[in-house]
């Protein structure tokens, strides 16, 4: 269910690369806007200092989802990553509502910059290209490690872009005479940032909540389960998610007279053959007889040592038995270890149906010696 260590290598050094870009270009939009005369460069150095918060959630939660199952985790720690992908969603959210919020007010107040020094443009643009950057560059971390919570911090590095081109373009405006542009921008970009975070939050609710799978996924695992030999049949197949990862249960119906290790195989092979084909970290597999469905009507036959008890004192010698649970009634199969001439095993089956049907009904009986 964990990464490998290489895979987790790569998400932390992703994430420490952000946290270097964040505290530098913070550090010089901070000391350029107070330089520069520059109120929105000023905030956008703030709102890349806020970046480090969601930074530190990934960072935590990279290395405590990577540990093993304990007794308090016993499925692992997967959904650490869920959480920190909800928690980035909501920075997000609020983050691109603020920005609405902020410029809805200047235009409203009809606001006008102060006159800005022309570097606090080349220091706002520097940002925009860096942010796209970091932005490209963790999007293609996150997506080759399938993990949701890197992706949503890369869209947070976009949001970042989106609030330095609203800065540029106010910058811009500014040293042009125009006073506006920027609010009106801005309340575009902040509700696209919210749509994201609305976006990302949802989605991490779902699985926080044992969201099933995407329908196409769950039909893809079925028809993986169907490929394997001795598969005859799937049903009750349920999904929900871990982290990035998904945690499954079916029922598989099999030959109704296969034997205990034999269904036991097949069981194990579907869970090593779906875990290593799909995105699956726990696949539990129940082992249905074909013709065993009627279940109120089976749970009615009598149990084996019921069975045992009417049966077992009629016998001439010890033997196995061998008994089948299905629609159709009780089958049982009695394998006698000593011999016994075909006619005497066919006359001791009619005794021992005979004093089964007094118990119950029986489907099959079938007695044979060993040779």
């Not at 913070?26 to 956008?44: E, K, P, T, V």
């Not at 890197?150 to 609030?163: E, P, V």
Request: with cysteine; glycine share 6%; charged share 20%.
């Amino acid at each position: 269910m964990s990464r490998t260590s290489q895979e987790q290598k790569q998400a932390l050094f992703s994430t420490w690369v952000s946290v270097w870009v964040n505290v530098t270009l913070a550090s010089a939009q901070i000391a350029i806007g107070f330089f520069a005369r520059s109120q929105a460069l000023i905030a956008d150095g703030v709102h890349s200092l806020s970046d480090l918060v969601a930074d530190g959630v990934v960072l935590f939660a990279t290395r405590h989802s990577h540990a093993e199952a304990d007794e308090e985790h016993p499925y692992g720690h997967g959904r650490f990553e869920t959480a920190a992908s909800l928690a980035i969603g909501l920075i997000l959210l609020v983050t691109g509502m603020g920005m609405v919020w902020s410029a809805g007010m200047k235009l409203h107040d009809g606001q006008a910059l102060d006159a800005v020094h022309p570097v606090a443009l080349a220091i706002a643009l520097t940002t925009l290209a860096a942010k796209e950057i970091l932005f490209r560059y963790m999007r293609h971390v996150g997506e080759k490690l399938k993990s949701s919570m890197l992706i949503a911090n890369a869209w947070h590095a976009r949001a970042d872009a989106a609030s330095s081109l609203v800065v540029s373009v106010g910058i811009g405006a500014n040293l042009m005479g125009y006073h506006s542009m920027d609010a009106v921008a801005a309340i575009i970009v902040g509700f696209m940032i919210s749509r994201a975070g609305w976006g990302f939050s949802v989605e991490a609710f779902h699985s926080l909540t044992d969201h099933a799978l995407d329908p196409e996924e769950i039909k893809r695992i079925r028809n993986t389960t169907l490929l394997i030999n001795g598969v005859l049949d799937v049903h009750e197949l349920r999904t929900r998610r871990m982290g990035d990862w998904a945690v499954i249960d079916m029922h598989v119906e099999v030959d109704s007279h296969l034997t205990v290790s034999e269904g036991h195989y097949i069981a194990e092979r579907i869970s090593d053959v779906v875990r290593a084909t799909h995105r699956v970290a726990e696949c539990t597999v129940h082992i249905d007889p074909i013709h065993a469905r009627r279940i109120g009507k089976i749970l009615e036959l009598p149990s084996r040592p019921d069975v045992l008890a009417v049966l077992q004192p009629l016998m001439p010698g010890p033997a196995n038995w061998r008994l089948h649970y299905l629609d159709s009634g009780l089958e049982v199969e009695v394998e006698l270890l000593s011999p016994l001439p075909q006619a005497d095993a066919s006359q001791l089956a009619q005794v021992l149906r005979a004093a089964l049907d007094n118990v119950t009904r029986v489907a099959n009986l079938s007695v044979r010696s060993a040779h």
